[in-house]
């Protein structure tokens, strides 16, 4: 059962939700209401939090594709999906880093 998930999105280091001003953006994995973040996960990047969740979980390990890599050499876009026990999650957009795309 998918459970909500809280996690680092940004490039500037761990920090509260009350030091920057304004709340976390959520992961792209399906949340349930009524269940908060597991605290061994609130604010670590995306994909270090979805290897935590499948290790406790018992799920396995997260499987990334790179389903797409377009554009010239000097500005690439990138699609990647990744696969977990519980279903295959895939951006509906492009990211200009093979680690952002993995992170969306």
């Known amino acids: 059962e998918p ?7 940004d490039r500037q280091g ?6 920057k001003g ?11 209401t009524g269940k908060s973040t597991p605290s061994c996960i609130k604010g670590k990047h995306p994909v270090s939090a979805l290897q935590e969740l ?3 979980k ?3 390990v997260p499987e990334y594709e790179l389903l797409s890599q377009t554009g010239p ?3 690439r ?5 990744v696969k977990i026990e519980v ?5 509906a957009c492009c990211s200009n880093t093979k680690k952002m795309a993995k992170v969306q």
């Open 3 to 9: 459970i909500p998930v809280d996690v680092k999105v």
């Open 14 to 19: 761990l920090s509260t939700q009350d030091d």
């Open 22 to 32: 304004t709340p976390a953006v959520p992961s792209s994995i399906p949340l349930t």
């Open 54 to 56: 499948c290790t406790i």
């Open 58 to 60: 018992k799920w396995g």
């Open 73 to 75: 050499s000097h500005m």
């Open 77 to 81: 876009s990138f699609i990647y999906r």
């Open 87 to 91: 279903g295959t999650f895939q951006p």
